[in-house]
């Protein structure tokens, strides 16, 4: 059973950090792409970043220049390293592998 675990969400002042991670089970192979995405109240669930295994990356146009995505492929494992935080980050934080989501981590930027 492939399951998806995130941890490191929690509540931030703005222009702080975090550091989200997300733990794999159950995942036999290497995943061509692992992602992040994020849903904020009423708002649909948008891609932050996703890494393919040869560390390739895409950012969301809001995070360009203040997120950074990395994996480590023995571990099957993905980080996201969120600076510059701004109130507007404020969502539930989601890992996505293929078909697979975890079930998410609360981001709180607020003063």
């Known amino acids: 059973q492939v399951q998806l675990v995130e941890s490191g969400g929690g509540l931030v002042q703005p222009g702080g950090s975090l550091k989200l991670s997300c733990a794999t089970s159950?995942?036999?192979?290497?995943?061509?792409?692992m992602g992040w995405y994020r849903q904020a109240a009423g708002k649909v669930r948008d891609l932050v970043a996703r890494?393919?295994?040869?560390?390739?990356?895409e950012y969301g146009d809001s995070v360009k220049g203040r997120f950074t995505i990395s994996r480590d492929n023995a571990k099957n494992t993905v980080d996201l390293q969120m600076n510059s935080l701004k109130p507007e980050d404020t969502a539930v934080y989601y890992c996505n592998i293929g078909m697979y989501w975890g079930k998410g981590t609360p981001v709180t930027v607020s003063s």
């Open positions: 159950g995942i036999i192979y290497r995943p061509v792409v």
């Open positions: 890494i393919s295994d040869g560390g390739g990356t």
